[in-house]
C-alpha cells in the first residue's frame, strides 16, 4: 500500500492525451447533438413528394472534422411529424455506402401531409438532424398480418385477383360471376370489420343470389362452409332484383345446431353509376351489415343486426374475398359482373378515413 502511495505521488500531472478522448463525440452543440458528425442530407421524399411506400432515404452522415481516420460505424434515426408537430413515427437503420435507406413500420394517416427528418447514432452520441422534409403519406395499400388495406383505385392490389380489371384512378371492375379478388389471411380475424366502396351495382346486373364479398374456411364449397359469411345484392333473376341480405355461420353450417345468422331481406333502389359504402361488422355475440349512399358518412339505405350467441367466428384458413368463389348454386350466385371496388378495409380497428370519402 505505501509502495503505491509513492508511485501514484510520484505520477506526473498532465493533461490527458488527446488519444484518450473519442473523436467523435464531445460536450452537447448549440442544437443539442454530441456527435462530431455532419447532418444526414435528406434525398427522398421531398419537396412534397407522395412516395407509394413509406421509405426514407437520406445522404450518409461525415466526419464533422475530417482527421484522416475513418468514422466507426454509425446508425441512423428517422422521425416523422404530423402537420400539428406530434411526432407519429420512427424508425432505426444503417448506412449502406454513401446512402442510408430507412423503412419504418408505422400506420399514417392516408394522403396526409407530413415532415421527416434523420440523424446519425453512435452509442448514447447524437449527431445533428437533418433539415426537415416534406412530403405526403402514401395511398398505397397494405396487408399486414389480419389487416388489409388495398385503395384498388392505384392500379394495383395487395391481393389475388382473378378476371378483374383496373379502371384507371377509378377501382377495380369484377368481369364476370366468377371474378374475385381473394386475401388469404395468415392469421384469423375472429372480431372486426370488411368494409368497401362499391359502384356498378343496381337491380339490373345479371345473377340471382349474388355477393357484394364473402369469407369463409379454406377453399372448399362457400354454401355449406362452416365459417361462411356473404353479403348479398340480388340480381334480376332473383324474384326481388336489388334486395339485400347476409348470412354468417358460427363453426357450424349443420342448420340443426342454431350457428347459422341471416340478415334481414330488404329490397333496395340502386343506381348503377353511385358509388355505395358496404360495411359488415362481427365478433362474438353479434353481427351486423350497413350500407350507405355515397360513403361512410352518406343516407343509411340498410342497417340490421343480429345476436349470434356466444359462438366464436375462428376460420382457419380464413379466405376473405370481393365477390364470391362460385358455389353450389353456380356462378349466377357468385360475383357481380360489371361492379367496381375501391377502398377496401379488413381490420379489428376502425376505417380510417380514406381520401374522396
Known sequence: MLVLA??????????????????????????????????????????????????????????????????????????????????????????????????????????????????????????????????????????????????????????????????????????????????????????????????????????????IFTMQEGTGDITDDDYRMTVEKRGRQYEVPGAVTWRIIMGDADEHNGRIFDGARIGVSFSDERWYFWKFTWGTGRAALEVREDGPRGRVIYDTSRGTGGFAYRPVPHFVYLGSPVGRGGPQDASIPGAIYKNVWLSNSPRPNFPGE
Open 6 to 211: 509513492v508511485a501514484c505521488s510520484d505520477a506526473p500531472k498532465s493533461p490527458a492525451s488527446p488519444s484518450s478522448a473519442s473523436p467523435v463525440s464531445g460536450e452537447a452543440a448549440a442544437d443539442g447533438s454530441t456527435l462530431k458528425v455532419t447532418a444526414p442530407a435528406a434525398q427522398s421524399p421531398v419537396n412534397g413528394a407522395q412516395p407509394q411506400s413509406l421509405t426514407f432515404v437520406a445522404g450518409a452522415s461525415g466526419a464533422q472534422f475530417p482527421s484522416g481516420s475513418s468514422l466507426p460505424p454509425l446508425s441512423y434515426q428517422v422521425e416523422v411529424k404530423n402537420t400539428g408537430g406530434t411526432t407519429v413515427c420512427t424508425g432505426t437503420g444503417s448506412a449502406s455506402g454513401s446512402t442510408v435507406t430507412i423503412s419504418p413500420s408505422c400506420a399514417l394517416a392516408f394522403d396526409a401531409n407530413h415532415t421527416w427528418r434523420m440523424r446519425a447514432v453512435l452509442g448514447s452520441a447524437v449527431g445533428p438532424w437533418s433539415t426537415a422534409a416534406t412530403f405526403k403519406s402514401p395511398i398505397g395499400g397494405f396487408f399486414r398480418g389480419n389487416e388489409v388495406y388495398d385503395p384498388l383505385y392505384n392500379g394495383t392490389t395487395v391481393g389475388q385477383a382473378v378476371d378483374a380489371e383496373f379502371v384507371p384512378n377509378v377501382g377495380l371492375r369484377l368481369n364476370s360471376h366468377t371474378s374475385r379478388v381473394t386475401y388469404a389471411l395468415p392469421t384469423n380475424l375472429q372480431q372486426g370489420e370488411f368494409s368497401v366502396m362499391v359502384t356498378g351495382v343496381d337491380e339490373g346486373n345479371p345473377g340471382d343470389k349474388t355477393k
